[in-house]
């Protein structure tokens, strides 16, 4: 079982809220990612990390943010949370390197009402 | 897009019979890689099948890779109700820093 976590695990909140989303690896994975997932689609690149003091941008456009001021940690924040933000979020990390395999945390259900 | 591409979206099978799900994609690649995710939970990888090979093997998995043709199989065999799950493609498109992801192909194993 992959050492990543991911906390909360089910989040309900407001619209307007600010939140934040943590992940952690206790894997020493210098890469680490961010996915966006809507119910039985595809997973959406929205943020990755080669190394501490590195973010950029993933595939589809988010307003989320990440720092990565730790190796370990990899947080995600909205701002203002909207209802179009709900969704499922998940957190990756994989070794250095050309595409290793990625190892998955149990995700974040995001609802905002 | 680079993404990969599943078919079939869903499939229905009885234990004990075979799975086979089918990925293409666009782009060249260096590898191509096969993960499980059960409902509302995160992705486990499975294979990894460099563009180099073309079959790997591993316990019940068998994949395929045909790069000619951009396109691999994943076979589940003597699948079991615990197989059931999403199974998702995806694809370095050649670039190496992170992972293309197909809609993947929703399967169902019944006792």
């Known amino acids: 079982e992959a050492d990543i976590y991911q906390t909360p695990r089910y989040l309900v909140i407001g619209t307007g809220k600010k939140i934040t989303l943590e992940c952690s690896q206790t894997m020493g994975h210098d890469k680490m990612y961010w996915y966006q997932q809507d119910p039985g689609m595809e997973l959406h690149l929205i943020h990755y990390?080669?190394?501490?003091?590195?973010?950029e941008k993933g595939d589809l456009s988010s307003e989320s943010t990440v720092s990565r001021i730790r190796t370990e940690h990899f947080p995600l924040t909205l701002e203002s949370a909207r209802p179009s933000h709900t969704s499922q979020y998940l957190c990756?990390?994989?070794?250095?390197?050309?595409?290793?395999?990625?190892?998955f945390g149990p995700g974040t259900r995001l609802t905002v009402t | 897009s680079q993404q990969g591409e599943e078919d079939p979206q869903a499939l229905s099978i009885q234990e004990g019979e075979n799975a086979t799900m089918n990925c293409s994609y666009k782009?060249?690649?260096?590898?191509l890689q096969w993960y499980r995710q059960n409902s509302g939970r995160g992705l486990v990888h499975l294979i990894l099948?460099?563009?180099?090979?073309r079959e790997k093997h591993s316990g019940r998995l068998r994949v395929t890779l045909d790069t000619s043709k951009k396109s691999s199989s994943l076979l589940i065999t003597a699948s079991r109700a615990a197989d059931t799950a999403s199974y998702f493609c995806?694809?370095?498109?050649?670039?190496?820093?992170?992972?293309?992801f197909g809609k993947g192909t929703s399967l169902l194993v019944t006792p």
């Open positions: 990756a990390s994989s070794e250095s390197g050309r595409a290793h395999e990625q190892y």
């Open positions: 099948i460099r563009s180099n090979e």
């Open positions: 782009t060249s690649i260096n590898n």
């Open positions: 990390s080669y190394g501490v003091n590195s973010t």
């Open positions: 995806a694809t370095d498109g050649g670039s190496g820093y992170a992972l293309n």
